[in-house]
């Protein structure tokens, strides 16, 4: 399937992220440092022709919150649109990581969202992603979050969107996805 180009954004980072907290569907508020991230992707999205694209965000606040700083002066509208949301970590929410079963293997932090009690789970956030992306008719800056983010990056280019770094995606960068490569803008 073909996808139209994207630059997706994960937002800044937040006092529960610094906390090492689980957020899900919770928010909490971007830090000082957080607010940086977010301006050094307007920084990067700044240098850019951004003609046609269409721009979206998750509608959780510290989502929205990096939006309003890293398009501002770019987008004249962002659109909320509820499928570009963090996964739903259930039972698990607002708990510190360090209280939580570690599971061993490569990555015990994404393990966890999907071993959260009552959590949404990665197919659940995968039928929501190509769903959105099904809806996509151009271009599009998407502001959304670390899980999602990486979801949607694996459903257009594939296992490469996971090479090289976190698979939660860095705060203050932004991935571009073209022709089915992904591009790291730092």
């Known amino acids: 399937m073909s996808f139209p180009e994207l630059y997706i954004l994960r937002h800044g980072e937040t006092e529960w992220n610094a906390e090492n907290r689980m957020q899900g569907e919770l928010n909490s508020r971007l830090t000082t440092k957080g607010e940086a991230d977010a301006a050094r992707q307007g920084v990067i999205l700044g240098g850019l022709d951004l003609t046609g694209f269409t721009f979206l965000s998750s509608p959780q606040g510290r ?3 990096t939006a309003g700083i890293a398009l501002a002066g770019i987008a004249d509208h962002i659109r909320t649109d509820d499928r570009l949301r963090e ?4 039972d698990w929410s607002g708990r510190l990581r ?3 079963p570690m599971p061993e293997g490569r990555d015990p932090v994404m393990a966890q969202y999907q071993m959260a009690p ?3 789970g990665f197919a659940g956030v995968k039928a929501r992603a190509e769903a959105f992306l099904t809806d996509l008719t151009g271009p599009s800056v998407l502001v959304t979050h ?3 983010s990486a979801i949607l990056r694996a459903l257009v280019v594939g296992e490469k969107a996971y090479a090289g770094q976190s698979v939660q995606g860095g ?3 932004v991935y571009h ?3 089915g490569e992904q591009f790291l803008l730092e």
């Open 146 to 148: 670390g899980v999602t």
């Open 118 to 120: 009552n959590g949404e």
């Open 177 to 179: 996805l073209k022709d």
């Open 87 to 90: 996964i739903g970590v259930g």
């Open 98 to 100: 360090a209280e939580l």
């Open 63 to 65: 989502a929205f919150q």
């Open 171 to 173: 705060q203050g960068c």
